[in-house]
Structures are given as structure tokens and as C-alpha cells.
């Protein structure tokens, strides 16, 4: 049978080259950024499992002997006084705990599966634990770097730019704390600087730091303020604030880390336990000792939690990994991490509590090795189903820097994760038999009403990656993924826009900064 005219006129079309007559998206969004509606990851799959039950249970007896047989060592006497008193041992001479396995199991009991983390803006709240999932920025590193600039101590202006940006990447759901130290700001007050910057340049959930009772209680205090409330009320409402709280592997806590646990908890804030067991290191060399060491550090850090506040939210955070033996430098986005990830949600759901875990790299530049390091820890911490990624943009050279191009590289990766939850469409419309069946054996679908009515967003859109023929991208000028990255920064960068705020607030947040930096009592 001969094909219709607009059957044969399409498939003369369809001899050129595809670029020339695939439909371009460039006249709905002439030099945009292109980004995907800011939304947070629904998990709608089981979660990777790769160790069968009993052995999840060997780990988790294995982490709870631990704490009855050796304890951990607690650092603040404040600290051992409330294991003290909710009933386990304590030696304040060797400055010991030690748990028993059922009264620690039934102090865990009490710890929410699920909870909601408030938002300036209530649009950007968050759900966390279950199937919910939210992508949190770098934070914490000493240095930032650039394609121009290479690797610097930052400044208090820079750290401002990289706020902006989180702000700007609607898929980043939480800012991480930062993105890295305001260096040339003194150390003893820049964490005010950090939170003013968190409070007013953002309208997302940020994490504070909260290395002490002090610390904590400014961002509890600033918090507060930026919702118009009051520290004392904090506790009777959704929280506001995860903070993390790192043990010292091998099983210690220290006194700082103890003490932002606690203000967390008694104002009804959420402390993410995350021990820090790298594997040859401060954990043992094999993959199951180092988790039965996380698990143990974990479940005495959450247990302080309830202990402070029963029900209050809490997570258990999962940071293990192994060193490089060679140098006994830290080794991240390694198949041992990918798995440790996988296995620590295992062992997260056998508590019944929320998981953090991470995207890292230990490469030192937002290159080749940064991308696929960085996927495999991606791979672990949402095979594993964690409900926070902490680090998920922006981390290079083993935590110690921030760079600008790997934000956005990271950013391109996880909306890509992303797109990939969300299950494709079945039904009649989808299936497209009517659309089959016009353009039959041999033909194909450009110009057919079924694509022209989807194909401005039926795929995914990148954000950094080229999908050009190699001509085409040489005529382009062979722009690299770093160097698009670059560009796309400084794009978002002089087009962000400030977040609404109330001026009263603002001014109070910046009066109490400028009363604390002057020692005022607040």
C-alpha cells in the first residue's frame, strides 16, 4: 500500500540529520536555565538489599554487644548524667557508658519513623523518613574553588554567592551549612554571620552548625526569629533545625557534639548520629566490623536524644567508608561506601528510624573521577533509601573543598536521580496505539500530533550535559562539562533574586548578630 502523502512527506524529513528535525525547545525558553519544579524525591521502589536478614541481625546484636561489653566513652559529664540517669551504667572514672540491650532497645523505640522539617517559606517544607527523600548541599569544608580561581580559603562574600546559588538549583531541597568556612570572619563568631546569611538569602531549610551548647542555642535563637517565634515555643511545633552531631570513632563523644545533641533535643530539634568509621582506620578493615561499630555509636548517640526529650525526631546517620592503605588517606565514592550506604539503611529500617547519608568524592577537581565517585555514592545512598543526602552538590577533595563547577555538575546528577523516581505514565494516552498505528512499519513519529503535543517536556531536560553530534559541538566551541558548569553558575548567580522577607525580621536578625559579636547578653 502506498503511505499517504503526509506519511511519505515525514519520512523525507526524517533523511536529514535529527538535530536539524527534532523540535527545539529554545523558543519557550530562550536562554534559561533549564530546571525541573522544585520538589523533593519519592522513593517508589523496594530499597536495595544486599544482605539477606539474618545477617542484618548479626550486625545489629554484634553493634548492641559492643555497647554492653565495651560502652563508649563519653566525654561531658552533663552527658553521662542522663545516661545515669535513664538507668545504664556509668563509670565517671574511665568515663564509660555501658547499655544494657533491652532497656537501649526500649529507649529507641520512642524515636518517630517519619516527621516534618519547617520551611521559611511553608511551600519548601520537607517530609523525611518512609519513602521521602531530600537532597541537602555541601557543607562544612574549609575551602572553596573555581575554574578561574582554583582551590582558596573563602570569604565571607563568597560563601554568600554559594547560599545564593542553593537557592537558585530548585533541586537542592536543603542548604547544607555553608558550603564551606568564611575564613577571613573570626572563628569565634562567624557562625552568626553563616546563620544571618542562611536566615535571609534562603527561603529553604538550612542546617546550623552546633558544636556546643552556645552555638546552638544562636541558631536556635535566629531560627526562631526568622519564623517569628519564640526559643521557648520551638519545642510545640514541627522542627525547624537537623543538626549533625559526629561521634569521635572508635566509639567516643565528645563534649561540644554532646552538648548541641542535647540543646537539639530538649527544643524539640532533630540530631542526625553520625559516626565517622572509616574502615583500616578508626573502624576495622572489614566492611561488616566497621558497620557493627557505626551501628553501635549510632544507637548510643539517638539513644541520648530520647533520653532528653522522648519522641523527639532523630536520624541515624551513615558516614563509613574505608582508607586508601597505600597512604591511609580517606577513600570515598568507593564500592565499599556504595555498600556500606546500602547496608546501613538496612540497618536504619531494623531501628525504625530516618537515615542520612551522603555524596562524596575523594577526587580533588570536578572531573571524570569526581563524577563517577560521586555516582556511586549516589547509588548507595538512594539504593539505601536515605531520607536526607547530606553533601549531595557541591563536595570535592574529601569534604575539605566546595566547588562552584561540581554544584552544578551535582545538581545535573540529581535531577537526573530524580527523574528517574518518578515512575513513567501508563494509560491509553501513554501507550500511544493510535499514533502506532498511523505511522506504521517504517516510518516515524516527529511530526505526528501524539509527539507535537509532549515533546516540550516529555524528556528530560539537562542542565549541563551536550547532546550535540561531534560537528555540531566542535562548532560550538567543544565546551567541556566543567566549563558549562562554569558558565552556568555565573548565569544563576546574576540572576538570583533575594526570597521575599519581612524587613522587621531582617533587622531584628541583624541587631541580635551585632549584639552578639559585641557580647551583649540577648
Same mark, same amino acid.
Given at each position: 500500500?502506498?503511505?499517504?502523502?503526509?506519511?511519505? @512527506?515525514?519520512?523525507?524529513?526524517?533523511?536529514?540529520?535529527?538535530?536539524?528535525?527534532? !523540535?527545539?525547545?529554545? @523558543?519557550?525558553?530562550?536562554?534559561?536555565?533549564?530546571?525541573?519544579?522544585?520538589?523533593?524525591?519519592?522513593?517508589?521502589?523496594?530499597?536495595?538489599?544486599?544482605?539477606?536478614?539474618?545477617?542484618?541481625?548479626?550486625?545489629? *546484636?554484634?553493634?548492641?554487644?559492643?555497647?554492653?561489653?565495651?560502652?563508649?566513652?563519653?566525654?561531658?559529664?552533663?552527658?553521662?548524667? %542522663?545516661? %545515669?540517669?535513664?538507668?545504664?551504667?556509668? @563509670? @565517671?572514672?574511665?568515663?564509660?557508658?555501658?547499655?544494657?540491650?533491652?532497656?537501649?532497645? $526500649?529507649?529507641?523505640?520512642?524515636?518517630?519513623?517519619?516527621?516534618?522539617?519547617?520551611?521559611?517559606?511553608?511551600?519548601?517544607?520537607?517530609?523525611?523518613?518512609?519513602?521521602?527523600? %531530600?537532597?541537602?548541599?555541601?557543607?562544612?569544608?574549609? =575551602?572553596? /574553588?573555581?575554574?578561574?580561581?582554583?582551590?582558596?580559603?573563602?570569604?565571607?562574600?563568597?560563601?554568600?554567592?554559594?547560599?545564593?546559588?542553593?537557592?537558585?538549583?530548585?533541586?537542592?531541597?536543603? $542548604?547544607?551549612?555553608? &558550603?564551606?568556612?568564611?575564613?577571613?570572619?573570626?572563628?569565634?563568631?562567624?557562625?552568626?554571620?553563616?546563620?544571618?546569611?542562611?536566615?535571609?538569602?534562603?527561603?529553604?531549610?538550612?542546617? !546550623?552548625?552546633?558544636?556546643?551548647?552556645?552555638?546552638?542555642?544562636?541558631?536556635?535563637?535566629?531560627?526562631?526569629? /526568622? /519564623?517569628?517565634?519564640?526559643?521557648?515555643?520551638?519545642?510545640?511545633?514541627?522542627?525547624?533545625?537537623?543538626?549533625?552531631?559526629?561521634?569521635?570513632?572508635?566509639?567516643?563523644?565528645?563534649?561540644?557534639?554532646?552538648?548541641?545533641?542535647?540543646?537539639?533535643?530538649?527544643?524539640?530539634?532533630?540530631?542526625?548520629?553520625?559516626?565517622?568509621?572509616?574502615?583500616?582506620?578508626?573502624?576495622?578493615?572489614? #566492611?561488616?566490623?566497621?558497620?557493627?561499630?557505626? +551501628?553501635?555509636? %549510632? /544507637?548510643?548517640?539517638?539513644?541520648?536524644?530520647?533520653?532528653?526529650?522522648? &519522641?523527639? !525526631?532523630?536520624? =541515624?546517620?551513615?558516614?563509613?567508608?574505608?582508607?586508601?592503605?597505600?597512604?591511609?588517606?580517606?577513600?570515598?565514592?568507593?564500592?565499599?561506601?556504595?555498600?556500606?550506604?546500602?547496608?546501613?539503611?538496612?540497618?536504619?529500617?531494623?531501628? &525504625?528510624? !530516618?537515615?542520612?547519608?551522603?555524596?562524596?568524592?575523594?577526587?580533588?577537581?570536578?572531573?571524570?573521577?569526581?563524577?563517577?565517585?560521586?555516582?556511586?555514592?549516589?547509588?548507595?545512598?538512594?539504593?539505601?533509601?536515605?531520607?536526607?543526602?547530606?553533601?549531595?552538590?557541591?563536595?570535592?577533595?574529601?569534604?575539605?573543598?566546595?566547588?562552584?563547577?561540581?554544584?552544578?555538575?551535582?545538581?545535573?546528577?540529581?535531577?537526573?536521580?530524580?527523574? *528517574?523516581?518518578?515512575?513513567?505514565?501508563?494509560?491509553?494516552?501513554?501507550?500511544?496505539?493510535?499514533?502506532?498505528?498511523?505511522?506504521?512499519?517504517?516510518? +516515524?513519529?516527529?511530526?505526528?500530533? +501524539?509527539?507535537?503535543?509532549?515533546?516540550?517536556?516529555?524528556? =528530560?531536560?539537562?542542565?549541563?550535559?551536550?547532546?550535540?553530534?561531534?560537528?555540531?559541538? #566542535?562548532?560550538?566551541?567543544? $565546551?567541556?562539562?566543567?566549563?558549562?558548569?562554569?558558565?552556568?553558575?555565573?548565569?544563576?548567580?546574576?540572576? =538570583?533574586?533575594?526570597?521575599?522577607?519581612?524587613?522587621?525580621? $531582617?533587622?531584628?536578625?541583624?541587631?541580635?548578630?551585632?549584639?552578639?559579636?559585641?557580647?551583649?547578653?540577648?
Amino acid at each position: 500500500m502506498t503511505a499517504p502523502s503526509s506519511k511519505r @512527506d515525514a519520512n523525507r524529513r526524517g533523511q536529514g540529520r535529527r538535530r536539524g528535525n527534532r !523540535p527545539e525547545r529554545s @523558543d519557550r525558553s530562550a536562554g534559561a536555565i533549564a530546571q525541573p519544579a522544585w520538589k523533593p524525591v519519592t522513593y517508589h521502589v523496594a530499597p536495595t538489599e544486599i544482605l539477606v536478614p539474618d545477617a542484618i541481625e548479626r550486625i545489629h *546484636q554484634a553493634g548492641l554487644a559492643i555497647l554492653q561489653e565495651i560502652g563508649i566513652k563519653v566525654l561531658g559529664q552533663d552527658a553521662r548524667d %542522663a545516661y %545515669a540517669a535513664a538507668g545504664f551504667d556509668v @563509670d @565517671d572514672t574511665s568515663e564509660l557508658v555501658r547499655f544494657d540491650s533491652t532497656g537501649l532497645m $526500649e529507649t529507641l523505640a520512642t524515636i518517630p519513623a517519619e516527621f516534618s522539617l519547617r520551611a521559611r517559606n511553608p511551600q519548601k517544607n520537607l517530609r523525611i523518613g518512609g519513602k521521602h527523600a %531530600a537532597f541537602c548541599s555541601v557543607g562544612g569544608p574549609a =575551602y572553596c /574553588m573555581d575554574l578561574e580561581q582554583g582551590r582558596r580559603r573563602g570569604t565571607y562574600k563568597e560563601m554568600c554567592d554559594f547560599i545564593r546559588l542553593v537557592q537558585s538549583l530548585d533541586i537542592l531541597h536543603q $542548604e547544607g551549612g555553608g &558550603g564551606f568556612e568564611a575564613l577571613d570572619l573570626p572563628a569565634d563568631t562567624r557562625h552568626l554571620d553563616l546563620f544571618l546569611a542562611q536566615a535571609t538569602l534562603m527561603d529553604k531549610n538550612w542546617v !546550623p552548625w552546633n558544636m556546643g551548647t552556645e552555638q546552638t542555642i544562636d541558631a536556635l535563637t535566629m531560627g526562631a526569629m /526568622m /519564623m517569628a517565634e519564640s526559643v521557648e515555643t520551638l519545642a510545640e511545633k514541627d522542627p525547624l533545625f537537623v543538626g549533625v552531631v559526629n561521634t569521635n570513632s572508635p566509639l567516643q563523644l565528645d563534649i561540644p557534639m554532646a552538648e548541641g545533641l542535647m540543646t537539639l533535643a530538649a527544643h524539640g530539634q532533630v540530631a542526625i548520629i553520625t559516626p565517622f568509621t572509616l574502615a583500616g582506620a578508626m573502624a576495622p578493615i572489614t #566492611l561488616a566490623g566497621t558497620l557493627a561499630q557505626q +551501628h553501635a555509636e %549510632a /544507637m548510643a548517640g539517638l539513644a541520648l536524644t530520647q533520653i532528653i526529650r522522648p &519522641g523527639v !525526631p532523630a536520624m =541515624y546517620g551513615a558516614f563509613s567508608s574505608n582508607v586508601d592503605m597505600r597512604t591511609g588517606s580517606p577513600a570515598f565514592g568507593t564500592p565499599e561506601y556504595t555498600q556500606a550506604a546500602q547496608i546501613s539503611g538496612q540497618l536504619a529500617r531494623r531501628l &525504625g528510624v !530516618p537515615l542520612r547519608s551522603s555524596n562524596t568524592t575523594a577526587a580533588n577537581a570536578p572531573d571524570a573521577q569526581a563524577a563517577y565517585e560521586s555516582m556511586m555514592s549516589l547509588w548507595g545512598a538512594m539504593g539505601g533509601q536515605a531520607n536526607i543526602i547530606k553533601h549531595a552538590a557541591g563536595w570535592v577533595g574529601g569534604g575539605l573543598t566546595a566547588s562552584y563547577e561540581k554544584l552544578i555538575i551535582d545538581a545535573e546528577m540529581l535531577q537526573m536521580m530524580a527523574a *528517574q523516581c518518578e515512575p513513567p505514565e501508563v494509560s491509553d494516552a501513554t501507550l500511544a496505539l493510535d499514533a502506532i498505528r498511523d505511522v506504521g512499519p517504517a516510518g +516515524h513519529y516527529f511530526g505526528t500530533e +501524539h509527539t507535537l503535543a509532549r515533546y516540550e517536556d516529555a524528556f =528530560y531536560t539537562p542542565l549541563v550535559s551536550n547532546w550535540d553530534n561531534y560537528e555540531t559541538w #566542535l562548532e560550538g566551541g567543544s $565546551e567541556t562539562a566543567e566549563r558549562k558548569a562554569n558558565r552556568v553558575w555565573k548565569q544563576l548567580l546574576g540572576e =538570583y533574586e533575594k526570597p521575599p522577607i519581612d524587613a522587621g525580621i $531582617e533587622e531584628a536578625l541583624n541587631d541580635f548578630v551585632a549584639r552578639r559579636k559585641r557580647g551583649e547578653a540577648v
